[in-house]
């Protein structure tokens, strides 16, 4: 089981920018898929991005041109730079590690989850 410990969320204006970081446990973390997935208020949990073990990136409509997912191996983690931030982008941001890799924008093939970090955009 992989622990993931996200951080970075907090409150910004709308326009702002925000970068959310989720450091993995484990030694095997460059062979995994790692995902943001984000949970507002009496939604389901929605995909945002992904990244594969090689480097492809998957995003979500809402998130195309304003949000960009990268990974750091040396350092077991995985970044979501949030920029141009809307009042609906609102939410508590999960990451999760895919340890088949490939990475997916649906919530089953992610074995491991973070506890979430609140990110709140104020309008």
């Known amino acids: 089981q992989v622990q993931l410990v996200e951080s970075g969320g907090g409150l910004v204006q709308a326009g702002g920018s925000l970068r959310l970081s989720c450091a993995a446990s484990?030694?095997?973390?460059?062979?995994?898929?790692m995902g943001w997935f984000r949970q507002a208020p009496g939604k389901e949990r929605e995909f945002v991005a992904a990244?594969?073990?090689?480097?492809?990136?998957y995003y979500a409509d809402s998130a195309k041109g304003r949000f960009t997912i990268s990974r750091d191996n040396a350092k077991n983690t995985v970044y979501l730079q949030m920029n141009s931030l809307k009042p609906e982008d609102t939410a508590v941001y999960y990451c999760?590690?895919?340890?088949?890799?490939?990475?997916?924008?649906?919530?089953?093939?992610?074995?491991?989850w973070g506890q979430g970090t609140q990110v709140t955009v104020s309008s």
């Open positions: 990244i594969s073990w090689s480097g492809n990136k």
């Open positions: 999760a590690a895919d340890l088949g890799g490939l990475g997916s924008t649906q919530t089953y093939p992610y074995e491991s």
């Open positions: 484990g030694r095997s973390f460059s062979n995994y898929a």
